[in-house]
């Protein structure tokens, strides 16, 4: 098995805190741009994209601050990993940044940072941002 890396991305936004914190934290927000579909369970929550799903535990949640899950295969596998969504308001702009911060295999990274600049090009559509 080979050992996952972490890496990290930022994002402008042009939105509140309260409408992105809606959209990164509840499974009808993020079924808007995530996901088709998202259900959860407890602090599990599953995530449908064309017929397949992955499961995700909720690992931290900070209103109007960030999002924290670990994909369940990754949890059982014993691999250190998350993916996380946080986000400030830069108090001279009043622009929302949202920090991303994942975990990929070396071989994998270029597709996981298109996978996930894609969905927050979808998140910005969403938005309006």
């Known amino acids: 098995m080979v050992a996952k890396e972490k890496y990290e991305l ?3 936004l042009k939105t509140s805190p309260k409408v992105l914190d809606g959209m990164i934290s509840t499974p009808s927000g993020l079924s808007e741009w995530f996901a088709d579909d998202v259900n959860i369970r407890d602090d599990i929550y599953t995530f449908f994209w064309d017929g397949s799903e992955e499961k995700a535990r909720l690992l ?5 601050s960030k999002v924290k899950f670990q994909w ?3 949890e059982e596998d014993g691999i ?3 993916f996380e969504l946080r986000y400030e308001v830069d108090p001279m702009t009043k ?3 949202l920090k991303l911060t ?3 295999e070396p071989d994998e990274q270029e ?3 298109r996978f996930w600049e894609n969905q927050i090009n979808e998140l910005k559509r969403t938005l309006g941002a």
């Open 10 to 12: 930022e994002f402008l």
């Open 60 to 64: 931290n949640k900070k209103t109007n």
């Open 72 to 74: 369940l295969e990754d």
């Open 80 to 82: 250190e990993s998350y």
């Open 95 to 97: 622009a929302v940044v």
């Open 102 to 104: 994942f975990f990929s």
């Open 111 to 113: 597709e996981t940072q």
